[in-house]
């Protein structure tokens, strides 16, 4: 039997953000590295994945998706002394900014939240996490196959500019900039929270479908953006699509989102390549998310995108219930286990 290859490298665990601010309360930080290691040791039980540590990702991949200033501000970072985090607190007006990314007083500039820490190791863990999505998506442009990579910092909510939510590069975009020039991508984020940050980057691209489902903005970070109302722009206007779905739903309801709205507008996009920001914050047990999805259902709704018989790259997004997150994540692979080259 061929296997279902799972990228991740053990670098990717070095960073601890130790906690965050929320609403003016310091919190124990959710993105710890007990996610990942729960997820890399169920899918090392499973016999039909083969976990693959990926190569470095070239400087280039990542400037695809990210500006310069953004990545010199991660260097900055990595001078700072061990065990000390910086958390902007200053948040600058842009029009009147004289950034500099070589400041570290400057972060708040390129950051939109007081949740996402840098310290000696950011650069390293993100960059390692964008390494296996950039390694996942190779490998899927060579085979036609399915992939996942377990990208742990998470990347969803980073933009071409700017970091926050957790997230320092885009994985899913970097993977997806790997596809676009072979053929048109369908962009599916399954997270909880709306993915600003891919579809800021691909508001104006007419080969790369962006469609998130996801809790409402109103009452769920990211706040400002994820409306339905937001369809793209220039050339990319119709190639953005948002829905939201109330607080508490089940997977009845989500499966008939699916079904009605989302799988018949990727199909109506005709794309060659998809990509899957996959969040398991929908969990019913999640801190953070607050829809009620149960572990069984992850693998009906993968089942709902692997019908599409695409060449497929599953990104890691968020899911903080670390308890039973390897069981999610497991559960949606088995969705694609008829798809394995
Ligand atoms: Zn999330």
Known sequence: MEKLYAYFHV???????????????????????????????????????????????????????HNYQLITLYNTAMALPEGETFYPSVFPQRKDSKPDPTNIYHAGFYCFDSGTPLNNKTWQAAAWSAASSFHAAKEVLKKGSVTYALSRPPGHHAARDTYGGYCYFNN?????????????????????????????LF?????????????????????????????????GLGYNLNVILPTGTKWRNYKK?????????IKRFEPDYLVLSAGFDTYHKDPIGRFALETKDY?????????????????????????????????FLKGFKGRIK
């Not at 976990?51 to 400087?59: A, H, S, W």
């Not at 104006?204 to 937001?230: A, K, L, M, N, W």
Request: aromatic share 10%.
């Open 11 to 65: 670098n990717q665990l070095d960073f601890h953000p130790k906690y965050e601010w929320a609403l003016g309360n310091r919190i124990k930080h959710p993105e710890t590295t007990k996610r990942a290691e729960n997820i890399f040791k169920k899918l090392k039980a499973e016999k039909w994945i083969e976990l693959k540590e990926p190569d470095n990702i070239p400087l280039k991949a990542i400037r695809d998706s």
């Open 172 to 200: 899913a975009a970097i993977a997806a900039k790997v596809l676009r020039p072979k053929g048109r991508v369908a962009l599916v984020d399954v997270d909880f929270h709306h993915g600003n940050g891919t579809q800021g």
């Open 203 to 235: 508001y104006r691209d007419d080969q790369v479908f962006v469609t998130s489902i996801h809790g409402d903005p109103r009452e769920y970070f990211p706040y400002f953006c994820g409306f339905p109302s937001e369809q793209g722009s220039g050339d």
């Open 257 to 265: 989102t699916l079904k009605e709205t989302v799988i018949p507008a």
């Open 299 to 331: 693998e009906l709704m993968a089942k709902e995108f692997s019908a599409l018989g695409l060449p497929t790259v599953i990104c890691q997004e968020g899911g903080y219930y670390t308890p039973d997150l390897g069981a999610n994540v497991v559960s």
